[in-house]
């Protein structure tokens, strides 16, 4: 559960995620993620749908969703990637926008899009287990499995890999045919979990 | 919030070990390790992930491995690295066997050194290690080890070790009668739900985990059709 101090300020935050408040409240839905027009299209083609109410008031805001661990990242003018569906709540001085993934969307099964949030400020993402943050460097790359990616941030190339062969296909195969590889300078969120996924199983 | 979360990198993460309860860090070094399919998360490093039947791990499998019917279940992962292992936000925690053997729910048994042996258990759905090394098991909830003789709840066992002799416990009340019999079928008339237990008498150690919720079956496909081999299709 997240709770956020409001002092006459707002919050984005996941439509329908407030599951108490103590104070002086209003919540406002936002049309296609509070992103004015050209952002409530993008989502609409692209298919990364967030569904975002604004908050603010004052007092104490809880917020939770289908009990998920939530994690605060701070931002200082930097870019994160995150999938819609596990973004919580956004302080309402970031950004948020919509960004083409390629083909690491497609292996999550989560829409070739993902959400960009940028700005200073905080954002909570939603994981199920608590997140590992794992740091990227040049002389580290990281690769990690499409199911448990939620989140990176920072100078951070990425490109797919694929084991599939053809012991994949006489039911011999690895159980990680698809990878996303991490290379760069940046952090990369994961969760102690797979979703499934189209490749998860291969 | 004040402070941030503790961000790893490879230098930091920990060797052989939890990195917090949900995901469980191995370190390769050349080593091999065998794992359940699809229990890796993430990964630093060159490490290769192969099915059972890749051929270059004839020997390595014909040493650890005598499992067919699991074998579309597990992959060999080796190379050079430092791996993230988890399952579904289950807890997970490694274990030491030293000249040991335990028995666990196949479900549950996430990745192990392949200085253990797996073999099947004779208790259907159930694998057995035997031998000198580390495993990394999943409960749901934390894993409490109690000492025989004990009764425990079906749906709470995850595995035993040392070899205490398990066998099924019925509650009277399923013996007593014509009714007690279609009470304890149907629930008619009420039951509390704990009227079967596995029972483990001898020494040992039986692990159970905090809640009834099972962790899936890994399918174990059938046993071989054989006079006297519990388990069988009938």
Known sequence: MLAVDLTGDAVKAKNGSMVAYDGQMTFKKMTGGGEGLRGAVTRRLTGEQMAVMEVRGQGVCYFADRASDINLVRLHGDKLHVEASNLLCTDAALRTGTTFTGLRGASQGNGLFTTVVEGTGQAALMSEGPAVVLRVAPQFPLIVDPGAYIAHQGQLNQSFQSGVNFRTFIGEGSGEAFQIRFEGDGLVYVQPSERNTIGGNL | ?234
């Open chain 2, 1 to 234: 919030m004040t402070h941030g979360p503790v961000i790893y990198d490879p230098t930091t993460l920990p060797v052989d070990d939890n990195v917090n309860a949900y995901t469980f860090c191995v370190d390769l070094d050349g080593s091999q390790w065998f794992l359940q399919k699809g229990k890796m998360i993430a990964f630093y490093g060159a490490i290769e992930f192969n099915g059972i039947g890749h051929g270059p791990l004839d020997n390595l499998v014909r040493s650890s491995f005598h499992s067919p019917l699991h074998a579309s279940d597990w992959v060999v992962a080796q190379g050079k690295g430092k791996m993230l292992l988890a399952d579904r936000a289950f807890d997970v925690n490694s274990f030491d066997l030293d000249e040991g053997n335990l028995t666990i729910r196949s479900g549950n048994l996430l990745a192990f050194q392949p200085s253990l042996r797996l073999k099947q258990s004779i208790v259907p759905g159930f694998v057995t290690l035997i031998g000198t090394g580390k495993f990394v098991a999943a409960s749901n909830g934390e894993v409490v080890f109690m000492e025989p003789p004990i009764r425990v709840d079906p749906q709470a066992l995850v595995g035993w070790a040392d070899c205490p002799s398990p066998c099924h416990h019925y509650d009277h009340g399923y013996l007593r009668g014509f009714l007690g019999g279609v009470r304890g079928l149907t629930g008619l008339g009420g039951t509390s739900g704990e009227e079967h237990q596995f029972e483990f008498v001898g020494a040992g150690t039986v692990l159970l985990q905090s809640s009834e919720a099972l962790l899936d079956e890994r399918a174990t496909g059938a046993v071989p059709r054989q006079d006297g081999v519990p388990g069988q299709a009938r």
